[in-house]
């Protein structure tokens, strides 16, 4: 059986991952901004699920 091999992330690999992360959000909200989707709608999806 093969050992499950773990990669550690550096602090600096976690802030890239996570800007890219807020960068998607940030371009998925202005989307449905300009498609007029009610705020409270988009909002409620998006955190149910992450």
Known sequence: MEAIQTVGLSNDDCGQEARRV???LEILMYAL???IVEEEFWKNGIFERA
Do not use: F, K, V
């Open 22 to 24: 807020l960068e998607e």
């Open 33 to 35: 901004e300009l498609e």
